[in-house]
């Protein structure tokens, strides 16, 4: 497509619930991150792919928190047995790779855990 | 490693007005900084980016940003706001010079809420 696409774009769940949320980035994007956005509050980085591999790690919160990326395209990141502070929107960007520069970022994927 | 900080959480000015927001870094290495902007349940969108070139910077919408290296400081402005400027503006910086695991991160500040009162 055109832009990132992310789904779903809400998403209710139970407290102990298990989420997947998917990312589809912009076609040739090798770079792929994801972003958790707090209200009030900035983006805290959580994962970054370069192709497939995942050099940086560093921001997943919890062993909770795991992400995929298959096939150099869409990634998918999965949150177990959610608590009500997982409740955020999820943005995933893309980017061309190292050194390119600005990221393209989807809407977002608003998570609420009763 | 790298940071953000951007001073005022939110800003209010009335239209035609002049604004400024403001963004201090630091960086190991020498940065890429960017402004973003996100528009209410949206994603975020780049405003402009400084990558070495030209220390003043203008992007879309009538915004632009001088890199000042002495005071690490990457703030933005807009001679003449317009009410369809209420957003909200995030400061980035990138260590895309950086080899090895973070290169290509970026760091963001809490972002500045901008509203533009008729």
């Known amino acids: 497509g055109a832009g990132v696409s992310q789904s779903p774009s809400n998403k209710v769940t139970e407290k102990g619930k298990d989420v997947e949320l998917r990312c589809d980035p912009i076609?040739?994007?090798?770079?792929l991150y994801w972003y958790r956005q707090s209200l009030g509050q900035g983006l805290e980085f959580l994962i970054y792919?370069?192709?497939?591999?995942?050099?940086?790690k560093s921001g997943l919160p919890s062993d909770r928190f795991s992400a995929e990326r298959t096939g150099g395209s869409v990634s998918t990141l999965t949150i177990q047995r959610t608590q009500q502070e997982d409740s955020a929107v999820y943005l995933c960007?893309?980017?061309?790779?190292?050194?390119?520069?600005?990221?393209?970022f989807g809407e977002g994927s608003r998570l609420t855990v009763l | 490693a790298q940071s953000v900080t951007q001073l005022g959480s939110h800003v209010s000015v009335s239209e035609g007005a002049l604004v400024l927001l403001r963004c201090n870094y630091s960086s190991s290495v020498p940065p890429y900084l960017f402004w973003y902007v996100q528009y209410p349940n949206q994603g975020l969108q780049l405003l402009l980016k400084?990558?070495?070139?030209?220390?003043l910077v203008k992007g879309i919408n009538g915004f632009e940003a001088e890199f000042n290296k002495s005071q690490t400081s990457f703030h933005l402005r807009k001679p003449s706001v317009h009410i369809s400027d209420t957003a909200e503006y995030f400061c980035a910086v990138s260590d895309e010079r950086q080899a090895g695991t973070n290169a290509g991160k970026s760091t963001f500040g809490d972002g500045t809420t901008l509203t533009v009162k008729p």
């Open positions: 792919f370069q192709g497939n591999s995942a050099p940086d």
């Open positions: 960007a893309s980017s061309l790779g190292p050194g390119s520069g600005e990221l393209f």
């Open positions: 076609s040739g994007h090798t770079a």
């Open positions: 400084y990558t070495s070139a030209a220390t």
